[in-house]
T-cell receptor, first 112, second 111 residues
Framework: DGGITQSPKYLFRKEGQNVTLSCEQN?????MYWYRQDPGQGLRLIYY???????QKGDIAEGYSVSREKKESFPLTVTSAQKNPTAFYLC???????????FGQGTRLTVV | SQQGEEDPQALSIQEGENATMNCSYK?????LQWYRQNSGRGLVHLIL?????REKHSGRLRVTLDTSKKSSSLLITASRAADTASYFC???????????FGKGTRLHILP
C-alpha cells in the first residue's frame, strides 16, 4: 500500500533532550513537509524539502532540524533549543507541483 | 505566516442540514485546497480548485472560488455525523512550493 508513515504515534521526552520524529513515504513524492499543530489551532510550517539533499525553513524553524538524505525519508529533530515542544507534529508529502498533499497520522510529542 | 483564514472558527448544525465554511486570503490564490481532519488524526485532502476555476463539485461537497474577493467557500450538503471534523483551506505557493494552511473551522454535527 502506498502512503506516508509517521512514528512513533506518541513520544515523551524529558526537558533538555533532543528527539527525532520519523517520516517515511513510498509515494515517490519529491516534496515533503513538517507541520506543528497546537490544540485548537491550525498548522504551522516548520521545514519543507522540494528535493533530496535540499530543504528550507518554514515559519517556525527555530529549535528544529531536518535532513533529506533519501527521497523516502524526512526526519525531524526537536532540539533542546525548542522552548515549547509539546505539540502534535504532522508530516506530509506531495508531488510538489500544486497537487494534493498526503499526510501521516501524526506524532504527539509531550515534554515531561 | 498563515495565508488563509477560515470563518467561522466553529460551527454546530443539525444532521441533515447544510454546512458552509469560508476561507479568505490576503494575497493572490494559486491552487486552493480543502482538507478535513478528524480529531487527533492526519489531514485528508477533499478537493482542489485552481485559480482559473470558479466552482467544483465532489459528491456532497461544493467549493467556490472568488478571486476578486480573495475568498473560497466549502459547502457540505445533507450533513452526517461522520462529517464532524475540522476543515482547513490551504494554498500552494508556486514561488517556493510551500503549502500554507489556515486555522480551520471546527464543524460539529448534532444528532
Amino acid at each position: 500500500d502506498g502512503g506516508i508513515t509517521q512514528s512513533p504515534k506518541y513520544l515523551f521526552r524529558k526537558e533538555g533532550q533532543n528527539v527525532t520524529l520519523s517520516c517515511e513515504q513510498n509515494l515517490n513524492h519529491d516534496a515533503m513537509y513538517w507541520y506543528r499543530q497546537d490544540p485548537g489551532q491550525g498548522l504551522r510550517l516548520i521545514y519543507y524539502s522540494q528535493i533530496v539533499n535540499d530543504f528550507q525553513k518554514g515559519d517556525i524553524a527555530e529549535g528544529y532540524s531536518v535532513s533529506r538524505e533519501k527521497k523516502e525519508s524526512f526526519p525531524l529533530t526537536v532540539t533542546s533549543a525548542q522552548k515549547n515542544p509539546t505539540a502534535f507534529y504532522l508530516c506530509a508529502s506531495s508531488t510538489g507541483t500544486g497537487t494534493e498533499a498526503f499526510f501521516g497520522q501524526g506524532t504527539r510529542l509531550t515534554v515531561v | 505566516s498563515q495565508q488563509g483564514e477560515e470563518d467561522p472558527q466553529a460551527l454546530s448544525i443539525q444532521e441533515g442540514e447544510n454546512a458552509t465554511m469560508n476561507c479568505s486570503y490576503k494575497t493572490s490564490i494559486n491552487n486552493l485546497q480543502w482538507y478535513r481532519q478528524n480529531s487527533g488524526r492526519g489531514l485528508v485532502h477533499l478537493i482542489l480548485i485552481r485559480s482559473n476555476e470558479r466552482e467544483k463539485h465532489s459528491g456532497r461537497l461544493r467549493v467556490t472560488l472568488d478571486t476578486s474577493k480573495k475568498s473560497s467557500s466549502l459547502l457540505i450538503t445533507a450533513s452526517r455525523a461522520a462529517d464532524t471534523a475540522s476543515y482547513f483551506c490551504a494554498d500552494f505557493m508556486n514561488r517556493d512550493d510551500k503549502i500554507i494552511f489556515g486555522k480551520g473551522t471546527r464543524l460539529h454535527i448534532l444528532p
